[in-house]
Structures are given as C-alpha cells and as structure tokens.
C-alpha cells in the first residue's frame, strides 16, 4: 500500500523501518499499514488512494 505525506517529504518512522521519499512510501506488512493510519494527522500521512473528505456544506 502507498502512503504519502503532504507536510514531510523526507519522513522517517525509525519504529516502524518506514522512509518516505519524496513524499511517498510503499509498504506491505499489516501491523505497520494499520500503525501509519494511526499516526497523529499533524505529520500529514494518509494512504495514497484515500480521497479527500466530501464537503457538508451545500453550495
């Protein structure tokens, strides 16, 4: 699964062995899929096929 990060380009999560390069990342094992989703919204990580949020708003 790919990852990306829009605040850091040059992440790395020494815990978890992952690097991001550019702002991406590919990783394959579960537990550090489900640990990336769970990082703190402030570090910009989200999956790279995640869509941005809907609007409520009605325009």
Known sequence: MRFTSSV????????LG???RDGEA?????ATVEAL????AELGV????????K???QQ
Do not use: G
């Not at 850091?8 to 815990?15: A, T």
């Not at 590919?26 to 579960?30: A, F, M, N």
């Not at 989703?37 to 703190?40: D, E, K, N, S």
């Not at 989200?46 to 949020?53: G, I, L, Q, V």
């Open 8 to 15: 850091y380009k040059e992440l790395v999560v020494h815990d």
């Open 37 to 40: 989703r769970a990082l703190p």
């Open 26 to 30: 590919e990783v394959s094992d579960k």
């Open 55 to 57: 609007s409520t708003e």
């Open 18 to 20: 992952v690097t991001f």
């Open 46 to 53: 989200r999956t790279a096929s995640a869509r941005p949020r």
